[in-house]
């Protein structure tokens, strides 16, 4: 889960609350972008990037 700490309409407060038990008990985590609201790909691409990069390779390898 990647949130914008300036995110006004799906506010971090509400993620934390609803959102980030899910992605928890799931074996995620929440990662709080600051300086970034709602469009992150816009705002801070570079950040998301690497976020999404160290996601990936993270994944078991794929079954043949």
Do not use: C
């Not at 300036?6 to 995620?28: F, H, M, W, Y």
């Not at 790909?41 to 990069?53: H, N, R, S």
């Amino acid at each position: 889960l990647i949130v914008g700490e300036e995110d006004k309409a799906i506010a971090p407060g509400l993620q934390r609350a609803q959102t980030e038990p899910l992605v928890l008990n799931s074996g995620g985590r929440m990662h709080l972008i600051a300086n970034a609201a709602h469009l992150l790909p816009y705002e801070v691409p570079a950040e998301l990037a690497q976020l999404l990069l160290d996601f990936a390779s993270n994944l078991p390898p794929a079954a043949a």
